[in-house]
């Protein structure tokens, strides 16, 4: 019987097709970069990127029920402090997303006006 794979929700009978799934989402690589630093409260990471407040809420959200990303909420002085961090999963996946961005750098690089450039 051949093997299953969800995510986000999704099941797929390609792992491939299931990581791109979720990873070829707007800003989740950005997301994911800026985290694999150091874990940020929301507005931090909010003004590391051009995002909307919304969608970066939204794929905080789709990152942290699909086992990538960690809400570590704490109560201080009558008030919850949140953060986000990657969880292991989420560390895991960080080859693979630095790896595309390193061939991106190498094979996609164009000017301006949207012509190529040879690196």
């Not at 402090?81 to 969880?87: A, D, E, M, R």
Request: glycine share 6%; net charge neutral; hydrophobic share 40%.
């Amino acid at each position: 019987m051949a093997a299953t794979y969800m995510a986000d929700g999704d099941l797929f009978t390609c792992p491939v097709e299931a990581t791109t799934s979720l990873i070829g989402k707007k800003w989740v690589p950005t997301i994911m970069m800026t985290l694999a630093d150091q874990p940020y409260r929301f507005e931090a990471l909010h003004s590391t990127m051009a995002a909307s407040k919304k969608v970066l809420k939204q794929q905080l959200d789709v990152l942290i029920a699909n086992g990538l990303v960690h809400n570590d909420k704490q109560q201080r002085d009558n008030q919850v402090i949140s953060s986000y961090s990657l969880t292991a999963q989420g560390t895991a996946l960080m080859p693979v997303i630095f790896a595309m961005k390193e061939w991106g750098t190498q094979h996609l690089v164009c000017d301006a006006s949207g012509s190529r450039s040879e690196v």
